[in-house]
């Protein structure tokens, strides 16, 4: 049911009945500006926005404020706005209880299935804009403490499961941060340390001290499979509660007793979560192919892509907009391809002038980005373990 037959129904059932309609926001003003209303019994519109006595004018409308319907006369209330449930528990709970209108029938001007369709475009839409948009400070960045892992997952999209050993030197660490603290003058709200598993790294401590003697405000994490805490010495926990890092665990379908680390992160005092609700939500693996003939279109891939200028990677002394680059050389190494990563793919913290420099890049689409087929990415697939064929990455 389109909009109007659904606006047309509503006259229909609430033919004698006074109704105010709550929202007079962008969608909203939609709605008015191209459907006929005039059937509809409206005695006004309400909106937090209408405070300011100025901005009371809604295309003829009698413009009221949400407080005034604790006494307003109406029989109805249709809601214009994509938030129906958060809206319709603001009047119900909050509002309009102990009121006169606490029994006042309360609707949708959309039906759900409608709703829930806008609500997917407007968050693809706001998404894409914050891709796009240049971040006023750098939000996050993630660095790998080591290349390899103990777990084998399908389709890694930082194709861990094809990389050798290796491990971050603790000396190139402690520059490319220190140059970061100097561009950033310390403010970076979150700091990932991660892998590959970082705790494999046999001076893992040591990132853990010199991240926070240069980084004191930051939130600095360390994303972990949780399969080597348990076996953690006493020093790890220490640590990590004198340094304030925070362990987030990604719970994968295996055996691992996450009771006896919650048990020992409280214990310890260390702040500890599942990272992606893992602990509610079952992990899946996922499909993230390449296109090795680099024929897709770059601005939309990164506008579409979740990772894009969101998992910001340091590696090498250079900033990448995502994690893929940066750890392609394992699938080109393994599988003998030749995934193109250049200069114009990064950007060189060393040779950055400024903070704002390094934001204004990282908000543009890079050449990698031709080599991502999005159309045909997959999400949701059952976790399962890599067989290390390229059929998983192509």
């Given at each position: 049911?389109?909009?109007?037959?659904?606006?047309?129904?509503?006259?229909?059932?609430?033919?004698?009945?006074?109704?105010?309609?709550?929202?007079?926001?962008?969608?909203?003003?939609?709605?008015?500006?191209?459907?006929?209303?005039?059937?509809l019994?409206?005695?006004?519109?309400?909106?937090?926005?209408?405070?300011?006595?100025?901005?009371?004018?809604?295309f003829?409308?009698?413009?009221?404020?949400?407080?005034?319907?604790?006494t307003?006369?109406?029989?109805?209330?249709?809601?214009?706005?994509?938030?129906?449930?958060?809206?319709?528990?603001?009047?119900?709970?909050?509002?309009?209880?102990?009121?006169?209108?606490?029994?006042?029938?309360?609707?949708?001007?959309?039906?759900?299935?409608?709703?829930?369709?806008?609500?997917?475009?407007v968050?693809?839409?706001?998404?894409?804009?914050l891709?796009?948009?240049?971040?006023?400070?750098?939000?996050?960045?993630?660095?790998?403490?080591?290349?390899?892992?103990?777990?084998n997952?399908?389709?890694?999209?930082?194709?861990?499961?094809?990389a050798?050993?290796?491990?971050?030197?603790?000396?190139?660490?402690?520059?490319?941060?220190?140059?970061?603290a100097?561009?950033?003058?310390?403010?970076?709200?979150?700091?990932?340390?991660?892998?590959?598993?970082?705790?494999?790294?046999?001076?893992?401590?040591?990132?853990?001290?010199?991240?926070r003697?240069?980084?004191?405000?930051?939130?600095?994490?360390?994303?972990?499979?949780g399969?080597?805490l348990?076996v953690?010495?006493?020093?790890?926990w220490?640590?990590?509660?004198?340094?304030?890092?925070?362990?987030?665990?990604?719970?994968?379908?295996?055996?691992?007793?996450?009771?006896?680390?919650?048990?020992?992160?409280?214990?310890?005092?260390?702040?500890?979560?599942?990272?992606?609700?893992?602990?509610?939500?079952?992990?899946?693996?996922?499909?993230?192919?390449?296109?090795?003939?680099?024929?897709?279109?770059?601005?939309?891939?990164?506008?579409?892509?979740?990772?894009?200028?969101?998992?910001?990677?340091?590696?090498?002394g250079?900033?990448?907009?995502?994690?893929?680059?940066?750890?392609?050389?394992?699938?080109?190494?393994?599988?003998?391809?030749?995934?193109?990563?250049?200069?114009?793919?990064?950007?060189?913290i060393?040779?950055?002038?400024?903070?704002?420099?390094?934001?204004?890049?990282?908000?543009?689409?890079?050449?990698?980005?031709?080599?991502?087929?999005?159309?045909?990415?997959?999400?949701?697939?059952?976790?399962s373990?890599s067989?290390?064929?390229?059929e998983?990455?192509?």
């Amino acid at each position: 049911m389109n909009i109007q037959k659904r606006i047309n129904k509503s006259a229909r059932k609430y033919a004698d009945k006074k109704v105010v309609v709550y929202g007079a926001g962008v969608y909203s003003q939609d709605l008015f500006e191209n459907n006929d209303f005039s059937k509809l019994n409206i005695v006004a519109v309400a909106d937090k926005k209408f405070e300011n006595p100025k901005k009371r004018e809604f295309f003829g409308y009698n413009c009221i404020t949400p407080e005034d319907l604790k006494t307003f006369d109406c029989d109805v209330i249709l809601i214009a706005n994509l938030d129906v449930s958060l809206i319709q528990d603001f009047l119900e709970d909050e509002l309009l209880c102990n009121t006169k209108n606490e029994d006042t029938e309360i609707s949708s001007l959309a039906e759900e299935q409608t709703l829930r369709a806008l609500q997917k475009e407007v968050n693809s839409l706001r998404a894409s804009l914050l891709r796009t948009t240049p971040q006023a400070s750098l939000k996050q960045i993630e660095i790998h403490l080591v290349e390899h892992c103990n777990l084998n997952c399908f389709g890694c999209n930082q194709y861990v499961p094809l990389a050798e050993k290796g491990f971050l030197d603790i000396e190139v660490f402690k520059k490319q941060i220190e140059r970061l603290a100097e561009l950033t003058q310390t403010r970076l709200e979150r700091m990932l340390l991660l892998g590959g598993e970082p705790l494999l790294h046999p001076e893992l401590l040591e990132f853990l001290s010199v991240s926070r003697e240069l980084f004191p405000n930051t939130d600095i994490t360390i994303l972990t499979n949780g399969v080597l805490l348990n076996v953690q010495k006493e020093s790890f926990w220490k640590q990590c509660a004198a340094k304030r890092i925070t362990v987030s665990i990604t719970k994968y379908p295996i055996k691992t007793n996450y009771a006896k680390i919650e048990e020992k992160a409280e214990n310890y005092g260390v702040q500890m979560y599942y990272y992606g609700n893992t602990d509610k939500i079952k992990k899946t693996s996922y499909y993230w192919p390449l296109d090795l003939n680099r024929c897709q279109n770059a601005r939309e891939n990164f506008i579409k892509c979740p990772n894009a200028n969101k998992c910001v990677t340091l590696k090498n002394g250079k900033l990448f907009t995502c994690s893929a680059p940066p750890h392609v050389h394992h699938f080109n190494k393994y599988f003998n391809q030749n995934v193109e990563v250049t200069e114009h793919d990064c950007i060189d913290i060393y040779e950055a002038q400024n903070i704002n420099e390094i934001l204004q890049f990282l908000a543009k689409p890079i050449p990698f980005c031709k080599y991502c087929d999005v159309k045909r990415r997959k999400e949701g697939l059952e976790w399962s373990t890599s067989k290390r064929v390229i059929e998983e990455w192509v």
